[in-house]
């Protein structure tokens, strides 16, 4: 990495250093960035989509393209991540001089702008650019024990037949899968109907084992997660009032 040391020169090499010092910083970031993630077309920071009503909406981000970052303008724009196409443009930036270099009688284009916005002249397909989200996100280069919440209905639904009152679920990056719910119900429940969906590549089938609680009984109850993910009453679960069923569970993907 480079490092700014005390000039030792007289001012006007020293602005030239200063510029190749500016440039060799960015090529550092860029560089480590690339080694970090790898060469993947991705969004480095921000570009959450979400879609609705046939439109899709893309927050501000940043997109690291062929060892380059460049700015993205997000919005909202009819149509799918597979019909919309991003267009990458360095060019220059705005608000900055061009320098004229001694003998030279065209400026120098020094001071650039990557960005990158939906066009319909760009080359790549937004459904191509991969998805970081953030770079806080890649717990998988700190640690096993780093941890992502999923507990979020849409990652992890659960039937509407319950009312989850505590609901925590992890995937570690060690791909164990492991949490504690609380679900609260009013109407029996029978014996294969789903309770929630978790996470599975099929191939994982494992029993867990939990009880349901109303007024003072605890009463144990089996539940197996299935290879699409549904994790399945094994006992009945009858009702009169308020019940809770309470179950944990803590699993690896295969």
Known sequence: ??????????????????LRFVRD???????????LIGTSMVFVKGGVITQAGGNTTITNGII????????????????????????????TADGYPLPYYVGA?????????NTAKVDA???EFLNTVGIMYDLLTLKSKIGKDAW???????TTPVDGNYTPSVKTIRK???????????????????????VITLPNNGYNVEVF???????????????????????????ALPASGIRTLVFSFSYKLL
């Open 1 to 18: 990495m480079r490092n700014l040391a005390a000039f030792a020169l007289d001012g006007f090499k020293a602005s030239i250093a200063l």
């Open 25 to 35: 910083m960015f090529t550092d970031t860029n560089e480590n960035i690339t080694a």
């Open 64 to 91: 690291l393209k062929d060892g380059k970052l460049y700015t993205f303008t997000g919005g909202t724009y009819l149509g799918t991540p597979a019909t919309l196409k991003i267009k990458f443009t360095i060019q």
């Open 105 to 113: 009688s065209t400026p120098t284009d020094i001071y650039l702008d």
């Open 121 to 123: 002249a760009g080359t």
């Open 148 to 154: 992502t919440d999923i507990s979020a209905g849409g």
């Open 172 to 194: 570690y990056e060690d791909a164990t899968v492991h949490g504690v719910c609380f679900f609260q119900y009013t109407t029996a429940r029978a014996v294969n109907t789903t």
């Open 209 to 235: 084992q939990g009880y349901w609680t109303g007024g003072g009984d605890f009463n144990p109850v089996s539940l197996l997660l299935s290879t699409g993910g549904q994790l399945l009453l094994k006992t």
